[in-house]
């Protein structure tokens, strides 16, 4: 976090939190009371003071003010870097390095952990990405096994192939769009609790 939003908070350590006012959408796009937020300054101060609470909760610390996201899916939202080296780039402009896991949705979206959270491919990315999945012998995925393994009636087993990422083979899980919060540890839409004072 940004050192002015630390000391803001020792300053004032009570203010109260504000819930339903923004939105991360599924496009990493900023919404405040639904209007995309277009301001790069704005958008880099909130992605340097994203973070998440004990609970689960997502968050931007404005100051002294933590501001609750509501998560269009998951806490992050992820980008191919271009250049020359393939690597993906969280909303926020925090590269990935490393990855501990990979899953497919029933929609074909690719779900990526890593140290800081996890996040879901962009799907104009994801032609590029499939570039870096392969088999048992790490050779290449074909477009109709990726097509197979997407048409695939169950998510309860593997993918059938791997996720090459920052030198690591990652064997690629299915799973349900609605068991991300459960599974990865969060809440989508956090709420205030009973008697909790807020904006």
């Known amino acids: 976090m940004d050192e002015s939003v630390i000391r803001a908070m020792a300053k004032w350590p009570n203010v109260p939190a504000v819930y339903g006012w923004l939105e991360l959408d599924r496009r990493g796009n900023w919404l405040i009371k639904g209007e995309r937020i277009g301001n790069p300054a704005v958008i880099d101060f909130i992605g340097r003071n994203y973070a998440c609470d004990e609970r689960g909760r997502w968050f931007f610390q404005n100051g002294p003010q933590r501001v609750f996201v509501r998560l269009a899916y998951l806490p992050f939202v992820l980008r191919t870097a271009g250049g ?92 349900r769009s609605d068991q991300a919060p459960q599974k990865f ?11 909790e004072p807020e904006c």
């Open 185 to 195: 540890g969060f809440y989508a839409d956090p709420r205030p609790a009973p008697g």
């Open 84 to 175: 020359n080296a393939f690597r993906l780039v969280a909303h926020t402009g925090q590269a990935l390095e490393h990855a501990s896991g990979a899953w497919l949705d029933e929609n074909g979206v690719l779900i990526v952990r890593w140290a800081a959270g996890v996040g879901a491919v962009i799907d104009r990315d994801l032609g590029e990405v499939s570039k870096h999945f392969t088999d048992s012998l790490g050779r290449p995925v074909s477009d109709e096994e990726l097509a197979k393994a997407l048409e695939a009636e169950s998510i309860r087993r593997r993918a059938g192939f791997w996720f090459d990422y920052g030198g690591e083979r990652l064997p690629v899980g299915r799973m």
